[in-house]
């Protein structure tokens, strides 16, 4: 595969640092094991002190390994990291986070099970699992959409986010997550990221139950990931800083929301990001910005991507786009962030809804680029199009016919080799256009090699 610019970026934030593998087979780094400080690992008993306790005993010993002999369930409040910590969790050892709120820090933005704050070198690895017994969080499950169970009668947080989450690493450098299975969604706001390996399972039903937030952080590699949740899969947000050289290749990914989600959260810019080697089924959307408060998108590529988008219900976000791209302003009069310099590269999708790029007057997409890419538009779900949904904010829901491509506020788009194949067995009733334009500002469009094709 040709390497990119970008590529070879990510390629070298990874040889810059000390390959996981390494870490763990260097010269006999010292072993603390949690049933030395008292553990139990009956599933019953807390085992917070103890596992804290060798934390701080490996940290002050210049770091090492803090292990969860297996089998044993270790159920613990939060656990805090400390610098070049790694907790290893082999298979057969699951570490299970508390379900009473005072197992958790008092602000609620630290309520983690295992939680790493201004940390450099710490991790989670071992090959077994970290597990927030997210179940403990869901009541009256419909047949659409769990209900959380949550802390906000407190008034201790709002919303229904108000629960833990598994493994957050904030303000932290040289973070390594590797070959373990987190059983819900994980946080980070780093520099130096590799997260390797990884499975996440959250509930499928259950909304706010993201896989893996980039928040404000720089130079992340994820790779080798296994996502399957309710929520966003991989979903860079920008609160309140940056987020600068994000790369994510071979990950498979399966998500009732945005398999690869910008913002909403987007107050600051999103630049060099590189999706690469993408296995996306049966998501609500596949690849998606939705840029709400005035950060400026830049220079990112999706490559090598295969997807099969579809519709669940009115109540999820999203309208099975593969593509899914816009900037508008979260409010009325509030600041647009504009979008440029984003290809789209040997990207092949199965969906049942078409391709949706809309910039907005002061906040346009400039320079997309599409090539090599196969679009596939079949339904088979009782999805009857029409529909486009700009949430959060702007137009929210807007009745439209449906298009191969719907373009608004476009400044430089360039087509190459894209095929566009409409099953149209499976269309009846559908609305559609190949192309569909908005009136607003289009410009700099160019096709070579564009088809329209029936197919079966
Ligand atoms: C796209 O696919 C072609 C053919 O498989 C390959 O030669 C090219 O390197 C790919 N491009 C990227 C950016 O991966
Ligand atoms: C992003 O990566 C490039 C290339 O490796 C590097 O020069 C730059 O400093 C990085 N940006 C940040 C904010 O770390
Ligand atoms: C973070 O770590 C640095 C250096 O170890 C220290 O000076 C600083 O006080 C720490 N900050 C917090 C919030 O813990
Ligand atoms: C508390 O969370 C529940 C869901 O768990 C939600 O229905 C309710 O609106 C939330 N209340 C407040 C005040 O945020
Ligand atoms: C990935 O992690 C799992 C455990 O989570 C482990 O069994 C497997 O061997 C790892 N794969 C590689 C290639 O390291
Ligand atoms: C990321 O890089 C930008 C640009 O250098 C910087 O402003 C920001 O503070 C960095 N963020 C972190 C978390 O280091
Ligand atoms: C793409 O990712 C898959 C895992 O999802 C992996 O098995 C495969 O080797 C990767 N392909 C390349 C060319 O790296
Ligand atoms: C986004 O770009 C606009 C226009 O260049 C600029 O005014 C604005 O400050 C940028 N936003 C951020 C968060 O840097
Ligand atoms: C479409 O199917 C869903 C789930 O199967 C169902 O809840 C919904 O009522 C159906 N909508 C229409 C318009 O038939």
Redesign the pocket.
Known sequence: MALSPLLL?AV??LLLLPPPQAAQSAASPRVFSVVDYGAAGDGARYDTAAIQAAVNACAAAGGGRVLLPAPGDYLTATVHLRSGVVLDVPPGARLLGGTRQGDYPPESRRWYVVLAENTTGAGVAGGGEINGQGGAFVVTPSDQKNIMVSWNTTGDCEGDECRPRLVGFIDSKDVRIHDITLNQPAYWWC?NSVIRNVSIYGDFDTPNNDGIDIEDS??TVITDCHIDTGDDAICPKSSTGPV??LTATNCWIRTKSCAIKFGSASFFNFE?LLFDNITIVDAHRGLGMQIRDGGNVSDVMFSNIKMRTRYYHPSWWGRAEPIYITTCPRHPGYKEGTISDVRFINISSVSENGVFLAGSRHGLLRNLKFENVDLTYKRWTNYTGGLYDYRPGCQEMVKHRTGGMMLEHISGLEIDNVKMRWSKGSLKGWDVNPLLFRPSTIDGLSFHDWQSLDVQ
């Open positions: 970026a070298s934030v520099d720089n130079n600068y050289n060099r």
